[in-house]
C-alpha cells in the first residue's frame, strides 16, 4: 500500500478504499433508459393517452348522430346469370313483418335476452370489454369477436352495415350509448328482434316464427322461442332441416344454454325447465323464383360467395357473410352452361325419375339424386343437379357430404401408390400389372402382422391372384384393402386430401373402402384433377360477381401439381378399363351414342345399399352422379334395394346411365385420353370371351411383363398392347398371370360382375 492509500485509509478510519469501477459503456445505456422511462414519465404518458382518447371520444360523441333506420332502404335483390350472362333468377321480395313487442310472449323474450345478453335490462347498451376486443381484433386481422349486446347488435342491423372496420365498430359505440339514452328498452329489443336475420329468407321474429313453426310471434312456446334465439348465433349450421349431425348437436347444446339461463334469471322455473322437449321445426317453404334447380344453384353460390367473404377477410365469420350476402345488391354469374344444365336434368328425369314409383314401389320415394359436372380445363361448375325439386327437397344433393363414396375411392389409393412410388409387403412396385390376392375376407397383412381387417368381396367372391387393373375393373374390396395398407393409409389420406377430400379422414385401413362421407362436388373435383395430369382442379360455382360498394375476387380453380402426371395418367388409364372391361360396361361402353369417345370412371355402392355411384370424366368433362337412400319422412340414410324395380341399386345401373346419357348428349365430337404412362396410351379392352379355370398362378406381389387378359389361359401370350418396356426380374415367373374370373371356384355371372355390392360394414363395391 502506497503512501497516500494509508493516508486516506487513516482518514477513513483505516479501511482500505475498494478500487473504483468504471462503468461499462452497456450499464450507461441502461441508466439512460432508466431516467427516459421513468415511473412517473410513463404514468404520465399514459394518462395523456387517456386523456386524449376520451377528448376524442367526446368529439365523436358529439359528431355523431342516431341516423335514420336504412335496413329496409339497403335491401335489394341479388341477380343471378347463367355462364353466358342470361338471368337464371332473381332473390324475391324480403320476408319481414314488423310486430309490436307486445305480440312477443314475454318468456319469448326473455329466451332472446338470455341467449344474447343477460345483462340487458341494466347495462348502458354497450359491453366496452367485448367492443375493445372487436377494435383490437380489426386492428390486428383477427376477424371474428363477440360480446356484443343486444343493443350493439340491433345498431348494426338496423342503423349500419355488417362490414368489418374501426369505423363501423365506433359508430355502432356511439349510437348504442344514445339509444340506450333516448329510447326504452322494450323499444330496442323490439327493434332487435325485428330486424335479425334467422335463416331460410327470414327477417324478424314473424317471418322467423311462420318459416320454422308455421306460427304467428304471439303463439310461440317457450320451446319455440329459445330454439329461434340459438339460431340467432349460427343460422345455416344450426337450421335442423340442413344441419349436419354436429350441426344438429351444437343446435340442442344452445337450445338448452338458452333454457338453463332462462333459468338463472328467474325467468323460467325449474319445474318448467325440466319439463321442457326441444320442438324439431318444419320443412322450409319455397320462395319464388328458386322452383326447379334455381334454388340448388343459387344456394351454392351463395355459399361460395360467402366463403369467399370470409377468406378475403371481409367478414369475420360465415354467419356475417350470410348477412352481407342477404343483404342484397348481388350480381353473381354463375359457371353454369345453360344448355348442359338442361340436359343433366333431363338425363336424370329419364332415366331416373321416370322409373321411379312411389305408388307401386314404396321404397322410390326414398331415392334421391345428385350431380355434379365439372370443365377439368377451367375447374368450372356447367351443371348441377340438387334434387327432384327446391321446393320440395330442401337439402343439396350435389353438396351433401353424409353419404359413403364406397368404391369411387380405390383410384385415389391407386393414385396414391403410384405417386409414393409404393410396394407391396414384397417389395415389388405397385403398378397397374402387380399382382394381388383376391380372396375374399382376406386379412390385411403389414410387416408379417395381420391388421384385424378382411373386407368381402361382391357377393363373397374369390378371385384368388389378379391384377390390379382387373381388380379396378371388378373392385375386389380385399386387393385395395391390402394396398391402403402398402402404401401406407397416412400417405392414402394425405393424397385423397390433396385431391379435393375433406383433410380430417382417419388413416384407418376401413377408409379403403369408401366408409367416409363425401359428396358428388368433391368427387367430381378429385377426378378433375385426375383428368387434369395431377393439377388440383377445385369446382368453382361462381364465375364472377359485382357489387355496388365491394369487390370480391375467387381464386383460380386450376391449383398446383398435386400429384404427378404419371400418377393422374396412371389412373386414368386403369379406369378405362372400368368402362371397357369392368362394372360400367353395360351403361357406357355399349352406349349407342358413345360413338367410340374414350372414357374413364368408376361405380361405388355403398354398405347396405344406401348409396350408388358413377363418376366419370372424358378429356373435356367429369361428371360425377350419387343416388342416396334418404327416408321421405325421418330423412335419416336406409337402402335402396328394390327401388325401380332393380333388385338392387348398383353404380353401374342408374347412376352410370344418367352419366352416360348425359355426357354424350353434350359432347361436341368425340377426343382422347393424352396420357404419360409407363403401359401406353390406354389399357386395352379385353373380350367378353367366357372365364376358364386354372390350376396354376404366380405369387400373389409379382408383376408380370404384361396386364392379365379377362380370357387368357396362362399359357396365352399378351398382346402388343399388353407389352412394357420393363421385363420382370429374373427370380419371377414369365408366364402371364391368370385371368381375372379364373378362380379355383366358380367365377361370378355377367349379372355378378357387372357391379359391386355392399356387404363390408362401412364400405362397399
Not at 369392368?582 to 370412371?601: E, L, Y
Amino acid at each position: 500500500m502506497g503512501r497516500a492509500e494509508e493516508r486516506r485509509a487513516r482518514q477513513r478510519g483505516g479501511r482500505r478504499a475498494a478500487p473504483k469501477r468504471r462503468r461499462p459503456p452497456a450499464a450507461n445505456g441502461k441508466g439512460r433508459i432508466r431516467r427516459l422511462f421513468t415511473w412517473k414519465k410513463i404514468l404520465g404518458t399514459f394518462l395523456g393517452l387517456c386523456l386524449l382518447g376520451m377528448g376524442a371520444f367526446v368529439v365523436l360523441y358529439m359528431m355523431i348522430q342516431i341516423p335514420e333506420g336504412n335496413a329496409d332502404a339497403t335491401l335489394q335483390s341479388n341477380v343471378y346469370k347463367y355462364g353466358d350472362g342470361t338471368v337464371m333468377t332473381r332473390s324475391g321480395e324480403r320476408n319481414r313483418e314488423i310486430v309490436d313487442l307486445s305480440k312477443v310472449p314475454k318468456d319469448v323474450q326473455h329466451a332472446f335476452v338470455a341467449a344474447e345478453n343477460k345483462t340487458f335490462y341494466d347495462d348502458s347498451g354497450v359491453d366496452l370489454r367485448g367492443t375493445a376486443r372487436g377494435l383490437l381484433n380489426t386492428l390486428s386481422g383477427k376477424g371474428a369477436q363477440g360480446g356484443s349486446t343486444i343493443t350493439q347488435q340491433y345498431v348494426k342491423n338496423y342503423y349500419l352495415t355488417q362490414d368489418q372496420t374501426v369505423t363501423r365498430k365506433l359508430k355502432e359505440l356511439v349510437i348504442s350509448l344514445k339509444l340506450d339514452q333516448q329510447k326504452s328498452k322494450d323499444y330496442i329489443l323490439a327493434g332487435y328482434l325485428n330486424t335479425s336475420y334467422y335463416g331460410r329468407g327470414a327477417y324478424g321474429i314473424q317471418a322467423a316464427a311462420q318459416a320454422y313453426y308455421r306460427v304467428d310471434a304471439e303463439e310461440l312456446t317457450v320451446e319455440q322461442g329459445a330454439y329461434l334465439a340459438a339460431l340467432l348465433q349460427a343460422p345455416s349450421q344450426y337450421d335442423w332441416a340442413v344441419a349436419t349431425e354436429t350441426g344438429k348437436k351444437l343446435a340442442k347444446q344452445r337450445w338448452n344454454y338458452v333454457l338453463d339461463k332462462m333459468v338463472e334469471q328467474d325467468w323460467l322455473s325449474t319445474s318448467d325447465r325440466q319439463a321442457a322437449k326441444f320442438q324439431i321445426p318444419e320443412e322450409p317453404k319455397g320462395v319464388e323464383g328458386m322452383q326447379g334447380q334455381n334454388g340448388y344453384l343459387v344456394d351454392a353460390a351463395n355459399d361460395a360467395l360467402e366463403d369467399q367473404l370470409v377468406a378475403a377477410g371481409t367478414a369475420e365469420d360465415k354467419e356475417q357473410a350470410a348477412a352481407m350476402v342477404e343483404a342484397g345488391g348481388w350480381t353473381v354469374t354463375l359457371n353454369i352452361d345453360k344448355k348442359k344444365q338442361a340436359a343433366l336434368e333431363k338425363s336424370v328425369e329419364e332415366q331416373l325419375t321416370s322409373k321411379l314409383d312411389a305408388d307401386e314401389r314404396d321404397v322410390d320415394a326414398d331415392v334421391q339424386a345428385g350431380a355434379v359436372s365439372v370443365d377439368p380445363k377451367t375447374g368450372g361448375v356447367v351443371a348441377m343437379y340438387g334434387g327432384v325439386d327446391y321446393l320440395k327437397h330442401y337439402v343439396n344433393n350435389a353438396t351433401r357430404k353424409d353419404y359413403q363414396p364406397a368404391s369411387t375411392f380405390k383410384p385415389v389409393i391407386l393414385a396414391a401408390a403410384v405417386d409414393q412410388d409404393a410396394e407391396t409387403q414384397d417389395g415389388v412396385p405397385i403398378t397397374a400389372n402387380t399382382v394381388y390376392d383376391g380372396t375374399s375376407k382376406r386379412q390385411v397383412e403389414q410387416n408379417g402382422t395381420k391388421v384385424g381387417f378382411a373386407p368381402e368381396n361382391e357377393d363373397d367372391v374369390d378371385y384368388g391372384d389378379i391384377s390390379v387393373q382387373t381388380a379396378m375393373n371388378k373392385s375386389v374390396n380385399s386387393v385395395f384393402a391390402q394396398m391402403g395398407v402398402d402404401v401406407g393409409m397416412d400417405q392414402v389420406v394425405d393424397v385423397a386430401a390433396d385431391l379435393g377430400m375433406d383433410d380430417d379422414l382417419q388413416a384407418v385401413p376401413a377408409q379403403t373402402l369408401g366408409s367416409m362421407g363425401a359428396s358428388p362436388l368433391q368427387m367430381a373435383g378429385v377426378y378433375a384433377t385426375l383428368d387434369n395430369h395431377g393439377k388440383k382442379v377445385t369446382p368453382a360455382i361462381v364465375k364472377s360477381v359485382e357489387h355496388n360498394s365491394r369487390a370480391v375476387e375467387f381464386p383460380d380453380p386450376i391449383g398446383e401439381q398435386v400429384i404427378s402426371r404419371e400418377a393422374a395418367d396412371t389412373v386414368t388409364s386403369v379406369l378405362t378399363g372400368v368402362v371397357d372391361d369392368g362394372t360400367a360396361k353395360t351403361s357406357v361402353r355399349d352406349n349407342p351414342m358413345r360413338d367410340g369417345q374414350q372414357v374413364a370412371g368408376k361405380t361405388g355402392t355403398s354398405d347396405n345399399n344406401k348409396s350408388a355411384w358413377f363418376t366419370g370424366f372424358t378429356p373435356k368433362l367429369v361428371t360425377s352422379v350419387g343416388l342416396f337412400g334418404e327416408d321421405a319422412k325421418t330423412h335419416g340414410q336406409v337402402a335402396m334395394y328394390g327401388a325401380g324395380g332393380e333388385d338392387r341399386v348398383n353404380g353401374g345401373g342408374f347412376p352410370a346411365q344418367i352419366w352416360a346419357a348425359y355426357t354424350f348428349g353434350v359432347m361436341d365430337k368425340t377426343s382422347k385420353f393424352d396420357l404419360d404412362t409407363k403401359q401406353g396410351a390406354a389399357v386395352a379392352p379385353s373380350t367378353s370371351a367366357p372365364p376358364t379355370e386354372t390350376t396354376s398362378s404366380p405369387p400373389a406381389e409379382e408383376t408380370t411383363s404384361a396386364p392379365p387378359k379377362d380370357e387368357e389361359t396362362t399359357s396365352a401370350p399378351p398382346t402388343d398392347e399388353e407389352t412394357t418396356t420393363t421385363p420382370p426380374p429374373d427370380d419371377e415367373t414369365t408366364t402371364p398371370p391368370p385371368d381375372d374370373e379364373e378362380t379355383t371356384t366358380p367365377p361370378p355371372t355377367d349379372e355378378e360382375t357387372d357391379e359391386e355390392d355392399d356387404g363390408f360394414p362401412g364400405g362397399g363395391w
